[in-house]
């Protein structure tokens, strides 16, 4: 039987909630014990979930966030909190990419990839972290923790994501700055660098030509499952990592090696 990590009391709030990894870590989060706050433009899909969620005897709320949007942070998180009560767990999971050459990128598709991946993380834990801080100052002892989401594309260059590969990379930086700083607050910031995972939107792609040669080149031949990663987002959430702090892991099969 799998170890349960002992979340209960804690409040999570996951960004990029309506589907794919997003999904599955408020899934996990969820039946660990956590009350768990849904976070994204997607609103109905949030309802979705959050009906599955209490169906397993969790504990769901639903907030409508646009990551790019400061003034949406703002408001999701005061929203999540007079919900939800104090946060204190974020998964900082919102994400998205393009697919081109380096020469065919043009200024908005920067900025989309980066308005996101890079400017909205920043944002969204720079809110929660102002909480945690100021609560933290009541009660040294409390603990808080944030869990960045970058990629094995931070870390290993690929080809035809080169912009996605830019601000995932600055994640890695972003994490290891606020864990830097924050860490005299009982706030731990570390991130998980995902592999190839296998969810609802790429699916189909595995099953493609181009999906089955990449396969081939994988170290072990496989993509990986979002269950994959529920051992190191639950280590990462738990007070279990409280001396792990500014920690990047990657959980990429070795692809990175």
Known sequence: MPTRFDLDGKTALVTGASSGLGAR???VLADNGAQVVL???RVERLKELRAEIEAAGGDAHVVALDVTDPASIRAAVEQAENDAGPI???VNNSGVSTTQ???DVKPEDFDFVFGTNTRGAFFVAQEIARRMIARAKIDPERQGRIVNIASMAALRVLAQIGVYCMSKAAVVQMTKAMALEWGRYNINVNAICPG???TEINAHHWQT???QKLIQMLPRRRVGKPEDLDGVLLLLASERSSFVNGAVIAADDGFGV
Request: proline residues 0%; neutral net charge; hydrophobic residues 50%.
């Open 25 to 27: 870590f408020a899934r």
């Open 88 to 90: 204190d767990i974020l």
């Open 39 to 41: 976070a994204s433009r």
């Open 101 to 103: 050459r380096l020469v």
């Open 209 to 211: 030509e181009a999906g």
């Open 196 to 198: 190839y995972i296998e």
